[in-house]
């Protein structure tokens, strides 16, 4: 059974802090890997996508992978109030060229 | 540029009544995707359809549903006499042709209740 956990939260942080958002798989043959945003209620909402080792920055967002630990994660900037939401990690095993495994997310409040 | 466009947004249906979700998606996208999303749950991917065809749907429930993407028209996806349990967030996605759906856009999503 291909896994992807995160921890489930609340993660809370203060206003103007960096949110740390961590995510572990346990395909070692996935290839892409996404964060997306859901504010309760809504859609999920395609953030970062990364598909090698290292460090992909946008805006106030950073997406990091190591592969040979199986580890993604997203780094928030400066949080704001309006980044408090729930945070999914998606990953696509190398199985498999659409299909996504997510986490059950983990939820961000970000406190003014 | 319209997104992912799924209708209606909520539905009712009793117990044993048909549930029709639509999806139609983003212009230039011809690969559907639909997910569940249960109470406290992740998305769990049901199937994955190309303009009538049906390319995995190694996550459908084996009975009660059904999913299409017919030539002309949106994506349905069907449930048939619904239980409690397919009380859900049911989410479509779409990727352009030719990405091998490297990047997933979600649709605002169905959302059932069964009573």
């Known amino acids: 059974q291909k896994e992807v956990e995160q921890n489930s939260g609340p993660l809370s942080v203060p206003e103007g802090a960096i949110a740390s958002l961590n995510c572990t798989y346990s395909?070692?043959?996935?290839?892409?890997f996404f964060w997306y945003r859901q504010y309760s209620g809504k859609s999920p909402e395609l953030i970062m996508s990364?598909?090698?080792?290292g460090d992909k920055e946008d805006g106030r967002f950073t997406a990091q992978l190591n592969k040979a630990s199986q580890y993604v994660s997203l780094l928030i900037r400066d949080s704001q109030p309006s980044d408090s939401a729930t945070y999914l990690c998606?990953?696509?095993?190398?199985?498999?060229?659409?299909?996504?495994?997510f986490g059950k997310g983990t939820l961000l409040t970000v406190n003014p | 540029n319209a997104g992912v466009m799924q209708n209606p947004r909520h539905l009712v249906r009793r117990r044993g009544q048909e549930a029709r979700l639509r999806c139609s998606p983003m212009?230039?996208?011809?690969?559907v995707y639909w997910y569940r999303q249960l109470p406290e749950e992740g998305l769990k991917f049901m199937v994955y359809?190309?303009?009538?065809?049906?390319?995995?749907e190694s996550g459908m429930p084996k009975e009660r549903f059904s999913a299409e993407f017919p030539k002309e028209g949106p994506s349905i996806l069907r449930i048939q006499q619904v239980v409690r349990g397919d009380s859900a967030a049911y989410f479509c996605?779409?990727?352009?042709?030719?990405?091998?759906?490297?990047?997933?856009?979600f649709g605002p999503g169905t959302r059932l209740t069964v009573t």
């Open positions: 212009k230039g996208h011809s690969h």
């Open positions: 990364i598909y090698s080792n």
């Open positions: 996605a779409s990727s352009p042709p030719g990405t091998g759906g490297y990047e997933q856009y």
């Open positions: 359809l190309q303009k009538e065809n049906i390319i995995d």
């Open positions: 998606a990953v696509r095993s190398g199985g498999s060229n659409y299909k996504l495994t």
């Open positions: 395909d070692r043959g996935s290839q892409s």
